[in-house]
């Protein structure tokens, strides 16, 4: 198997019937960097820079950020990075953060985009570290935790206005700033029309979208098999946001840790899904089975399970059925 997924490192990541289905990676640090070339991941799309404010002792200078982004840039060479705005609170706590407060329900708390709009110095330094590494190139952002549309709106502008602080002072500028929302919060479900008009692309944070949406702890062990991703409501839910995006032109990916599952990926694949992130392990498996998928056949087959009434709540057998027979 390591052999095969060697061998298809370097061929295109096409379906069977011709389908092109970008796999990008997932990472969060310069260790992770050599995976780009090893996986043949088409690009970062989740790189969670809140790792790098998890290892420090203190808050990481604004030269180090700078530094770090700089340095993922240049190992990327002209594939695309999108990096993720500090998502920290919730369970990610800094022990050095000494605004964090308490909370009952830390997951449903004061974390990521909540809190760097609430603290705007640490958005402020973090864009003002992510334009000037990628003077001269595309820099991709995207905010985490978006509740409602006003908070991109917000976010927005601050962005505009770092950069007209540092076109300002002569700055090198990156050529072009796509700005994008991760999907993982149910109430976006219901602004879709509005999300989709205020960004360049969303991506869907699975594993949050799925802890809110079934209203169980990502994180509970004596929970982790109850509820499967792979059940109409959820997959009917993935169906409806690549809808919107197609509607709007507006790209939309996903980056949880469905992805990573080879099973999984082909659900996503089979209810529109052109490209998703993944933990680099994952590509040569995903890859292997997307160059076996015959995709249009999925989506009818994805299309009879999801319309089926009575749909027994889980899809598992009836996609493992699938992929054994094709
Ligand atoms: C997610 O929620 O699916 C996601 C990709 O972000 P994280 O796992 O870092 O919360
Ligand atoms: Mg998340």
Same mark, same amino acid.
């Given at each position: ?7 298809? %490192? ?31 991941? $088409? ?23 700078? %530094? ?44 990521? =985009? ?25 820099? %991709? ?10 908070? =991109? ?14 076109? %300002? ?43 809110? =949406? ?54 996503? =694949? ?46 598992? $057998? ?9």
């Amino acid at each position: 198997r390591q052999e095969l997924y060697r061998e298809t %490192r370097g061929e295109p990541s096409v379906s069977r019937d011709g389908v092109s289905v970008d796999l990008l990676m997932n990472a969060g640090l310069a260790v992770d960097l050599p995976q780009l070339a090893e996986s043949g991941a $088409a690009g970062i799309g989740l790189f969670r820079t809140e790792l790098q404010f998890m290892v420090a002792a203190t808050f990481p200078r604004a030269e180090a950020q700078e %530094r770090l982004y700089r340095d993922v840039l240049d190992a990327a060479k002209e594939k695309p990075v999108t990096f993720r705005t500090i998502d920290i609170g919730g369970d990610k706590v800094l022990p050095y953060f000494k605004g964090a407060v308490n909370e009952e329900n830390p997951a449903l708390g004061w974390r990521a =985009i909540r809190l760097t709009l609430d603290r705007p110095g640490f958005l402020r330094t973090q864009m003002r570290a992510l334009l000037k590494a990628a003077g001269g190139r595309e820099l %991709r952002v995207m905010l985490p935790m978006v509740t409602e549309v006003d908070e =991109i709106l917000r976010a927005k502008d601050l962005i505009d206005r770092e950069v007209r602080h540092l076109s %300002r002072f002569a700055h090198h500028l990156p050529n072009r700033v796509k700005l994008g929302a991760m999907l993982e919060v149910p109430s976006l479900m219901w602004q879709l029309e509005e999300l989709m008009s205020a960004v360049d692309f969303v991506s869907v944070g699975s594993n949050d979208l799925f802890q809110f =949406i079934t209203a169980t702890d990502r994180g509970s062990a004596l929970l982790s098999d109850r509820f499967d991703p792979l059940s109409p409501p959820f997959l009917r839910v993935l169906k409806q946001i690549v809808e919107a995006g197609a509607k709007a032109d507006t790209p939309v990916t996903l980056c949880g840790e469905m992805a990573s599952r080879p099973l999984s990926a082909m659900a996503l =694949i089979g209810v529109g899904f052109r490209s998703i992130s993944m933990s680099p392990a994952a590509i040569g498996p995903v890859k292997a089975m997307l160059r076996e998928l015959p995709v249009a056949d999925l989506e009818v087959c994805m299309n009879g399970l999801l319309q089926r009434p009575n749909a027994k709540h889980s899809l598992r $057998a009836d996609l493992h059925a699938f992929a054994a027979a094709h």
